[in-house]
């Protein structure tokens, strides 16, 4: 069965300070993944996707890059956290019947 | 602007009844709808698609879709207390070789016992 791993759960870090996230797929090749943010209270922002190794689509021009280094492994990343960047990421990966989430990282920028 | 557009509530409804959400969209070339719900604090969970007009039922819950008025609902029958959560309605557009979707923000439903 196909499941999708994503850490860690909670984060808090400093303005000005990287940030790595890492969602990882398991049980599907060449799977189609996405990186959303939520805000508190609000609906789901489409950030990255990628339709394979090395492919990165961006929705939004931001703080945060995104990169697949390895079929099965997507990454969000930052040089340098903004106060605004504090959310609930979403890792998902898709499948015909619709997405599947990972578990999120709660990110506080403080 | 694509756009999913969902009252954002707060619904409530007694222990029983029927909760009606409702969620309408703007991009006519949306294909298939989704409906999820999402637990505070906890990632959003997948209920029920659909892709015709009509109505499709899973269980308690039942999807309906108007594609001439660009509607999407979700009715929940028999309501429980555990049905308290944010639910998602979701439009899937085409976009290059990924198919997006295109989230609402929410509706947020309280069963009251």
């Known amino acids: 069965s196909q499941t999708i791993h994503q850490w860690p759960a909670t984060l808090v870090q400093p303005v000005g300070s990287p940030l790595s996230l890492e969602c990882t797929v398991e049980g599907t090749s060449n799977p189609n993944l996405y990186w959303y943010r939520q805000a508190a209270g609000r609906g789901l922002q489409l950030l990255f996707y990628?339709?394979?190794?090395?492919?990165i689509s961006s929705e939004v021009p931001q703080n945060l890059s995104a990169s697949r280094p390895q079929d099965r492994q997507f990454i969000l990343s930052s040089k340098k956290l903004l106060l605004s960047d504090s959310g609930f990421y979403l890792c998902?990966?898709?499948?015909?019947?619709?997405?599947?989430f990972g578990s999120g990282t709660r990110l506080t920028v403080v | 602007q694509k756009e999913v557009e969902q009252n954002s509530g707060p619904l409530s409804v007694p222990e029983g009844a029927i909760a009606s959400l409702n969620c309408t969209y703007s991009d006519r070339g949306s294909q298939s709808f989704f409906w999820y719900r999402q637990y505070s604090g906890k990632s959003p969970e997948l209920i029920m698609f659909?892709?015709?007009?009509g109505d499709k039922e899973d269980g308690r819950f039942t999807a309906q879709l108007n594609k001439a008025s660009q509607y999407v609902s979700l009715l929940i029958r028999d309501s429980q207390p555990s049905d308290s959560a944010t639910y998602l309605c979701a439009a899937r557009i085409s976009s290059g070789s990924a198919r997006q979707l295109t989230f609402g923000s929410g509706t947020q439903l309280t069963v009251l016992p």
């Open positions: 990628s339709v394979g190794i090395g492919q």
């Open positions: 659909i892709y015709s007009n």
């Open positions: 998902a990966w898709r499948f015909d019947s619709g997405y599947t």
